[in-house]
């Protein structure tokens, strides 16, 4: 990763389509995917409605996979394309809002990694005590961290057998729950409301998946062999990510029929627990924890980008150690000092999920209005004369306000938040990235003629 340039050489583009396959599978393989298929259940679904919910929302990966395969075509990064649709100011809130958003989520991963990590200690006596959990965040953290000196070719074959390992003891945990599963019940669970209900249900897998990782899809496309096809990129991000998704979505429903808390549980990990052999403690545990490096590894590589992207100009190795200080603090804050934090913490990364897809909303409706022959490549320097692309920038602006009037959770409602959005801010999500490509298609009928011509002169 070197921010002196805009593409990326030739020689560091060394990804196969296979391995671009098993990044993202590894980085959707952990357990929370039970969960998720437990929350469709919770929005009074019947079986084939929950699962259908479950696959549309795990194939809205295609988002990812479209942005990934820009990525490919132009060999550049996501964020540095994105300073064509917003100036290269512009760029500088959304790709700050979406380092914010990696580096959260990070951090949010890393303390539950170390929970978990503890309660796995447990299962074999070990006590629990605050040393104990600082070994455990030490590492779990250390584990992360060190990824940051790797090279793309080097995490991509990391993934690969992260995928392998935690993928087969995952499916003997979905074996343990399929065995246990009430099929009775499943099937007999009633019909809900396709738009009250089933709706709400994919917006929601959508906005806690895909849509969060279509700003890190760039950062690994870019970095895909080039005489890989770009269908080859598009689908092994897609179903990479997708398939061990659904797969684990489709286990959790079937799972809300032995553990119906599942969904609400403050604890999920151990609900799920509680649902498994005595003796499958460890390995469960250690699935769970494991389960989450992968996405670790992928917010981690992703944070370091956007945050060169934006223009703090340090070394490599000044940005693994300050990303690493941001890490060890929260979770440190977190574990040890104040537990309350995390709840808000979350609630403020959901935020700013909004954001982020009125941003992707809109880099994707600038390429397919402007940028279908390619990007200029004086459009993503540094020095670009394009301080700000006002319809990018107005758009967002817009889209992202009429997102939060539509929001609905536990610290704020907005004054639309009624009906179908009431207490659902996932759909919030929806409407931010519904109202951006409107915004964008409407300014794109009066500025259209005048971009081409400025991108031709100064191609």
């Given at each position: 990763?070197?921010?002196?340039?805009?593409?990326?050489?030739?020689?560091?583009?060394?990804?196969?389509?296979?391995?671009?396959?098993?990044?993202?599978?590894?980085?959707?393989?952990?357990?929370?995917?039970?969960?998720?298929?437990?929350?469709?259940?919770?929005?009074?679904?019947?079986?084939?409605?929950?699962?259908?919910?479950?696959?549309?929302?795990?194939?809205?990966?295609?988002?990812?996979?479209?942005?990934?395969?820009?990525?490919?075509?132009e060999g550049v990064t996501t964020f540095k394309m994105s300073r064509a649709a917003f100036g290269i100011y512009g760029n500088k809130i959304p790709n700050f809002m979406a380092?914010?958003?990696?580096?959260?989520?990070?951090?949010?991963?890393?303390?539950?990694?170390?929970?978990?990590?503890?309660?796995?200690?447990?299962?074999?006596?070990?006590?629990?005590?605050?040393?104990?959990?600082?070994?455990?965040?030490?590492?779990?953290?250390?584990?992360?961290?060190?990824?940051?000196?790797?090279?793309?070719?080097?995490?991509a074959k990391i993934q690969t057998w992260l995928s392998w390992i935690f993928g087969a003891l995952t499916l003997?945990?979905?074996?343990?729950?399929?065995?246990?599963?009430?099929?009775?019940?499943?099937?007999?669970?009633?019909?809900?409301?396709?738009?009250?209900?089933?709706?709400?249900?994919?917006?929601?897998?959508?906005?806690?998946?895909?849509?969060?990782w279509s700003m890190a899809a760039a950062d690994w496309g870019a970095y895909v062999r080039p005489d890989t096809k770009l269908s080859a990129t598009f689908w092994n991000t897609t179903l990479g990510a997708a398939t061990p998704l659904f797969i684990l979505m489709a286990g959790g429903i079937l799972l809300s029929t032995i553990s119906p808390s599942l969904a609400t549980a403050?604890?999920?990990?151990?609900?799920?627990?509680?649902?498994?052999?005595?003796?499958?403690?460890?390995?469960?545990?250690?699935?769970a924890a494991g389960g989450i490096i992968p996405q670790c590894l992928v917010s981690f590589r992703s944070a370091r980008i956007n945050l060169a992207t934006i223009g703090i100009e340090v070394t490599?190795?000044?940005?693994?150690?300050?990303?690493?200080?941001?890490?060890?603090?929260?979770?440190?804050?977190?574990?040890f000092i104040s537990g309350n934090f995390l709840t808000n913490f979350e609630l403020f990364l959901n935020f700013l999920g909004i954001c982020l897809a009125s941003w992707v909303a809109i880099f994707l409706v600038d390429n397919v209005i402007y940028r279908r022959q390619g990007y200029a490549v004086f459009l993503m320097k540094e020095d670009s004369p394009v301080r700000y692309n006002w319809p990018g920038i107005i758009s967002w602006v817009i889209a992202t306000v009429f997102g939060f009037l539509f929001t609905s959770n536990a610290v704020y409602?907005?004054?639309?938040?009624?009906?179908?959005?009431?207490?659902?801010?996932?759909?919030?999500?929806?409407?931010?990235?519904?109202?951006?490509?409107?915004?964008?298609?409407?300014l794109s009928l009066f500025v259209k003629n005048d971009k081409k011509t400025g991108d031709e002169q100064h191609g």
């Open positions: 990763m070197n921010n002196d340039f805009v593409k990326v050489p030739e020689a560091d583009k060394t990804l196969s389509p296979g391995k671009l396959f098993y990044n993202w599978f590894a980085a959707n393989i952990g357990i929370m995917g039970f969960v998720y298929g437990a929350i469709i259940v919770s929005y009074r679904l019947s079986f084939w409605q929950s699962i259908t919910a479950a696959l549309i929302g795990a194939l809205t990966f295609a988002i990812p996979g479209w942005v990934a395969m820009i990525g490919r075509r380092w914010l958003n990696m580096v959260g989520w990070l951090a949010v991963n890393v303390i539950t990694g170390t929970l978990l990590f503890s309660a796995m200690l447990k299962t074999i006596r070990v006590p629990q005590t605050g040393f104990t959990k600082l070994i455990c965040l030490v590492i779990f953290a250390g584990l992360v961290i060190l990824s940051g000196v790797f090279k793309e070719d080097t995490l003997v945990m979905l074996i343990m729950f399929l065995m246990n599963a009430n099929w009775d019940e499943a099937f007999s669970m009633k019909s809900g409301s396709w738009v009250t209900g089933w709706l709400p249900a994919v917006a929601f897998v959508a906005a806690g998946s895909s849509i969060s403050s604890d999920p990990y151990q609900v799920m627990y509680n649902a498994i052999p005595s003796w499958f403690g460890f390995l469960y545990f250690l699935v490599q190795k000044t940005s693994l150690i300050i990303h690493a200080l941001i890490i060890v603090v929260i979770s440190v804050y977190v574990l409602r907005g004054p639309f938040a009624h009906g179908i959005f009431e207490n659902n801010s996932s759909l919030a999500v929806f409407v931010s990235g519904i109202a951006a490509i409107v915004v964008m298609f409407v």
